[in-house]
């Protein structure tokens, strides 16, 4: 498995922007998509984003496309997720994964099997 550590979370207003960071140690990937997931209290952990280590193609889910962007550093081995327009609801501890697989034609993922420890996103409306 691969080590992560994200960073980056923080209290905004409405309106404003983040971004997340996600510092992979370990081993290195070998075509597997790394990303985000999102939980808020009382709610399921859901998927936010992901790209391809190796390819390069990102995937996003629907309440946050065209606000929040995905990028990697291969050389450094880091996940960065950029998060503009943030609204409330965007309210959630963030995870960094990675060792998972993204079928993006069904919007269907497998468990991944490396998680970082969270970080906390609270958006003020």
């Known amino acids: 498995h691969v080590q992560l550590v994200e960073s980056g979370g923080g209290l905004v207003q409405a309106g404003g922007s983040l971004r997340l960071s996600c510092a992979a140690s370990?081993?290195?990937?070998?075509?597997?998509?790394v990303g985000w997931f999102r939980q808020a209290p009382g709610k399921e952990r859901e998927f936010v984003a992901a790209?391809?280590?190796?390819?390069?193609?990102?995937f996003y889910a629907r309440s946050v496309e065209g606000r929040f962007t995905i990028s990697k550093d291969n050389a450094k081995k880091t996940v960065s997720l950029q998060m503009n327009t943030l609204k409330p609801e965007d309210t959630a501890v963030y995870y960094c994964?990675?060792?998972?697989?993204?079928?993006?034609?069904?919007?269907?993922?497998?468990?991944?099997?490396?998680w970082g420890q969270g970080t906390q996103v609270s958006v003020s409306s």
């Open positions: 790209v391809s280590w190796s390819g390069g193609g990102t």
């Open positions: 994964a990675a060792d998972f697989t993204y079928y993006s034609g069904s919007n269907y993922y497998t468990q991944p099997g490396s």
């Open positions: 370990g081993r290195t990937f070998s075509g597997d998509v």
